[in-house]
T-cell receptor, first 114, second 115 residues
Framework: DAGVTQSPTHLIKTRGQHVTLRCSPI?????VSWYQQVLGQGPQFIFQ???????GRGNFPDRFSARQFPNYSSELNVNALLLGDSALYLC?????????????FGQGTRLTVV | AQSVAQPEDQVNVAEGNPLTVKCTYS??????LFWYVQYPNRGLQFLLK??????LVKGSYGFEAEFNKSQTSFHLKKPSALVSDSALYFC?????????????FGSGTRLQVQP
């Protein structure tokens, strides 16, 4: 079975540019979340989407936005990139049943802003 | 607000010896607790979870974790470490009683298993 897939795996952007990251969840998972992992730190929650609606947002500026599509895939968009946005961006998908609360993560997109 | 503390940046253990990676948490209400492992330049791999019931939960690759409600701890353990267990380990929590699925992670503990 395919796990969570993210694209691209690596990306280099210039300050001020815009970036779009993509995520396909595990088949059957309707909830998708995005996390930012800066080098040397634990992942930080950015967004959660379920049934195409935003269900949670972390402490990130409005430059960060996301959406979920009818097939449950998701995009994370970041505008006006800053050097500090350089990080590993992780997508996670999960069931929404109480007995299966665990999230499964993709391999991440390594974003470098220069 | 919820939080997770992993007090050790690095744990060193000899191959074949038991290992423990410590985690304490703070959350409103009952917690879901998780351990994840991260290998270099990779995403997070799910190891195990605590939902309810037995305080000792077993997971992948021989890992287990002990939930202690009074100490708000969820330490990761393995009876006999392997060199291939060397990686970065993250503890995570989220409240059980809300619809929010946002995980709060600790800062991570690097496990180094020496041959």
């Amino acid at each position: 079975d395919a796990g969570v897939t993210q694209s691209p795996t690596h990306l280099i952007k210039t300050r001020g540019q815009h970036v779009t990251l993509r995520c396909s969840p595990i088949s059957g998972h309707k909830s998708v979340s995005w996390y930012q992992q800066v080098l040397g730190q634990g992942p930080q929650f950015i967004f959660q989407y379920y049934e195409k609606e935003e269900r949670g947002r972390g402490n990130f500026p409005d430059r960060f936005s996301a959406r979920q599509f009818p097939n449950y895939s998701s995009e994370l968009n970041v505008n006006a990139l800053l050097l500090g946005d350089s990080a590993l961006y992780l997508c996670a998908s999960s069931f929404t049943t109480p007995g299966s609360p665990e999230a499964f993560f993709g391999q991440g997109t390594r974003l470098t802003v220069v | 607000a919820q939080s997770v503390a992993q007090p050790e940046d690095q744990v060193n253990v000899a191959e074949g010896n038991p290992l423990t990676v410590k985690c304490t948490y703070s959350v409103s209400g009952n917690p879901y607790l998780f351990w994840y492992v991260q290998y270099p330049n990779r995403g997070l791999q799910f190891l195990l979870k605590y939902i309810t019931g037995d305080n000792l939960v077993k997971g992948s690759y021989g890992f287990e974790a002990e939930f202690n409600k009074s100490q708000t701890s969820f330490h990761l353990k393995k009876p006999s470490a392997l060199v291939s267990d060397s990686a970065l380990y993250f503890c995570a929590v989220r409240p059980m009683d809300t619809g929010r699925r946002a995980l709060t992670f600790g800062s991570g503990t690097r496990l180094q298993v020496q041959p």
